[in-house]
């Protein structure tokens, strides 16, 4: 389709594509722009997503997107969106290679990016055997002898989450000073976590086989699983370019439509506040796509579109 769109929404990760399928409920002619960068694209099971539990995101998201195709009104394209401008009615969103799309409305859910560790090994077993969320992944961690990567003040809760399931929890801060104060040591050393303030240099063992973290003294801590917590930054830049505020953690402040401060600008997803879990972030995605398609109906449709159904508060209130 060229021309004008009703909506586009930037990200085709579980919150971009739950939008666009309730924009497309709507017969609003809606464009998805994915970069691929889904945070999750190398975890190989994700799991209490209902009915779907232990499949992996790439099999869930391929399957979002059959269901999508049903809609005619939907296109998707590949691409990095660069740059956004304009105002509600008339956005435009430009892409790296040049190409300028324009809508009456925006979605972003363009989600976080993780800080990960820096030691051998991550690459292979990210995703199997090493993961950022005690949430998603802890029950595989049942009675195994767990690493915990991280210094941070917030490792310590972090940390004694995990014996929720895990065996042992040993923290190894990368070289680093714990940051916690003395309450944060008391507890992990009451409950039985360990810390080393020594560098993780690499990971032992093949993927799905995880046997030990080597230190860089030579030394090595027998494990099955490693999480880390190094913190993640969300991906604002483009609705800081809108001039959406942003909460004090630094995520795009929406209300309960999905809507930024910015008029016609929504966001879902882990780019905005709130449980970061795959099912939640599909919940998101609908609650904007949802408020979006509603709040095109103060739009006339573009040519060649369905008939819209008035805007119902504002004809109400006429009455």
Not at 69 to 82: L, N, W
Not at 96 to 104: A, K, L, N, S, T
Not at 143 to 162: M, P, Q, T
Not at 254 to 265: A, F, L, N, P, Q
Request: with cysteine.
């Amino acid at each position: 389709m060229n021309g004008w769109w009703d909506a586009i929404v930037v990200g085709g990760g579980p919150a971009g594509l739950s939008a666009a399928t309730w924009l497309a409920r709507y017969r609003r002619r809606t464009l998805v722009i994915d970069a691929g960068e889904h945070r999750n694209r190398t975890v190989e099971a994700t799991h209490g997503y209902l009915t779907r539990d232990g499949d992996s995101p790439t099999v869930i998201l391929a399957a979002a997107v059959a269901d999508l195709e049903a809609y005619g009104c939907v296109e998707r394209r590949q691409g990095e969106v660069v740059d956004v401008g304009g105002e509600c009615g008339a956005f435009a969103v430009t892409t790296g290679d040049g190409e300028v799309f324009r809508g009456q409305r925006l979605v972003l859910a363009t989600g976080v990016i993780d800080a990960v560790p820096d030691l051998a090994g991550f690459d292979e077993h990210y995703g199997a055997s090493v993961f950022h969320c005690p949430s998603c992944d802890g029950y595989e961690a049942a009675d195994r002898h767990v690493v915990v990567l991280g210094w941070s003040a917030h490792v310590a809760g972090f940390a004694l989450e995990l014996l929720d399931w895990a065996a042992s929890v040993t923290v190894v801060t990368d070289g680093r000073r714990f940051e916690g104060d003395d309450s944060e040591h008391q507890a992990m050393a009451d409950h039985g976590v360990t810390l080393v303030e020594d560098d993780a240099v690499a990971l032992i063992g093949s993927r799905g086989d995880l046997q030990a973290v080597r230190l860089r003294g030579g030394d090595e801590l027998p494990c099955g699983m490693v999480f880390f917590s190094l913190g993640h930054r969300p991906r604002t830049h483009l609705a800081e370019q809108l001039g959406c505020k942003r909460t004090e953690e630094g995520y795009l402040a929406v209300d309960e439509h999905g809507e930024t401060s910015v008029s016609g600008v929504y966001a879902a997803g882990d780019v905005a506040p709130g449980l970061q879990l795959l099912q939640v972030a599909s919940a998101k995605g609908a609650t904007a796509g949802v408020g979006c398609a509603l709040s095109l109906r103060r739009e006339p449709a573009l040519p060649g579109e369905p008939r819209r159904a008035p805007d119902v508060d504002a004809a109400l209130s006429q009455e």
